[in-house]
Structure formats: C-alpha cells, structure tokens
C-alpha cells in the first residue's frame, strides 16, 4: 500500500487528450497537499479531499489535483475501484471555495464552474467504479461531485444539499441535471428550489445514497463494497457501467444495442473463460482484466 499527495506525482506517460475546460489552473497543480491518495494493494484507491479548516471546500488547486489524478487513473490498469472522502469528521466537501470565489472576476467564476463541471463529468465517465464515501456536509458543489460518483454511502451525521438558490445561483457542477435523474423531477425540484438541507436518513429514503455506514464505520462499509466490485471481472464492471451510464439516457432501442455492443466486448475475454472453468472446478475466478 502506497500513500501519496495528488499533488506531486509523475505526470502519465502516454497523456490524455486534453479536454481543457477554460482557464484551467495547471499552473496549481504545485502546491498544498490538498488530496491525499491510498494507493492499496487490492487495487482500491483512496482519496481524501484535504482542506478540514475549510470543510474541504473545492478551490482551483485542488480541482487541479483532481483532474491530474483522474488521468492518472485512465492509464493505471491496477486501479479499480475509486473511494472518495473528505479530511476530519465534520464535512465530505462544502461546495465551492467560497473564499476563492469573492476574489474572481466574473469571467474567472464562469471558468470555475466550466472547470469543475467538467471534473465531474471525468469523474462519472472514469471506467472503473467510484464511491463517494460521505463522512459529513455535502453541499453545494460537494454534493455534485458525490452525484458524479456511481455509489454514495454517508455516515450517520452527512448532511447533504444542493443549497445553491440560497447564495443566488443555481447548481453548476452538473447538480440540477443529475439529481432528478437520480431521485425524480420532483423530489429534485424541491430540494433545489428550497435549498432545504436533507439528514443520511432522509437520504437513504429518496435514494439519494445507497447506504448508511454503521457509526466510525464509514470507510470501512466503502471498503466492503469496492472488495465486492474487486472481486468481479474488471472488463465485466467497466462495461457494465457504461452501459448504465449510457442506457439511461438513450432511447429503449439503442440502450439494448448498447447493452448488446458491451456483451460482445466481454465475449472473448479470458475472464468469461475463466469465470466458466472456476463454476466448473467449485472455486473462485481469478480474474486478469483480459
Ligand atoms: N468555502 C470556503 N470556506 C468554507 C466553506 C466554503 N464552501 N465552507 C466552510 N468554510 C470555512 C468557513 O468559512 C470557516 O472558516 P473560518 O474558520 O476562517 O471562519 C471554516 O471553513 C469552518 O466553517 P464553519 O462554518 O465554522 O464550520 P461549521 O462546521 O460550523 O459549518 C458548514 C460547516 C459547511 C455547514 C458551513 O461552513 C457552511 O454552510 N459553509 C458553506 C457551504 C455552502 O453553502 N456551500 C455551497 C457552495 S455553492
């Protein structure tokens, strides 16, 4: 197991093809440790947003840190399941710095939101599953990213919100889109409209978050469900989130291609062979991501 800072690693050798959102601040990538990366054996890795004196509120640099982790994570075939958490036990992330925010022109916030609705949307789109592991306030922008993930689990004190009308904005970390696509219009629209403030039960009611840790056992419930998702074909897993990625938002017929057109990606791998001779011989399948 390996621990390190978001901050500082090698850059990937084969780069991704930049999809810049305007004014990204690479230039911030050199700085504070604002994301600490675990790096575990099982292929699990471990992020924690680090501002706790500001409740992990997401300013320019640490989105940069951000986005540099997730193309690392594009060319890292050991990595397959992504947790994301916050420092200290008060917040998960609350939203935008607001600090950093008084300071911007109005391009410069227009650049933001570009910014960080873009580093969701990377998120979402990563090929392996992410977590969001929520040890606190979720709000804002912090409660967009946990959208962005494909699993979120709270602690029994998370407090989630997408709180934006009340600072005279909406959601732009793609929130007013993924929300209702998550719980319905209508349970979205009032949350939004109202800005009101939802606890880890009421959550878990409108299926906001697909489980509440046992007390102080937060990481741990995450940790348990990525060894499952470990556990499974990688191929399998990656192509199966596309295809619910994708599905939902296309019409009935090209969803089923979709889901057609991910099956045959699976067809000739090692793993489905294997998986098949492990059924036969009554043991576990070792998958190889082949
Ligand atoms: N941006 C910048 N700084 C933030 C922040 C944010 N989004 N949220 C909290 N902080 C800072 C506070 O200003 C405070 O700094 P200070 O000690 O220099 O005054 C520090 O973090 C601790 O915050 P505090 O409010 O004292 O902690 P709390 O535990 O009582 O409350 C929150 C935590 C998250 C409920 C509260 O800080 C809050 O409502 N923050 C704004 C969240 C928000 O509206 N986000 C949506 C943005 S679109």
Known sequence: MTKEHGDGGQAPKEAAPPKEGAGEPEAAV???QS???????DGILVVTINRPDRRNALDRHTLAAGRKLIRDIL????ARVLIVTGAGDKAFCAGADLKEREGMTMDQ???YIRYIRDTFTEIENLPIPVIAAINGFALGGGLELALACDIRIAAPN??????ETSLGIIPGGGG???????????????LILTARW???QEAMRIGLVNAIAPEGRLLETAIDMATKMVANGPIAVTQAKYVINRGTELP???????ESDAYEVCIPTKDRLEALAAFKEKRKPQFKGE
Request: no cysteine; charged share 30%; glycine share 6%.
């Open 109 to 111: 916030v227009r650049q």
């Open 30 to 32: 050199e700085g504070p």
């Open 158 to 163: 998370a407090t989630l919100a997408l709180n």
């Open 75 to 78: 060319y890292d075939r050991s």
């Open 198 to 200: 939802v606890d880890a």
């Open 35 to 41: 994301l600490l990366i675990e790096r575990r054996d």
């Open 252 to 258: 009935l017929e090209q969803a089923l291609q979709t």
């Open 176 to 190: 007013t889109v993924r929300l209702p696509r998550l719980v319905g219009k209508g349970v979205a629209k009032e």
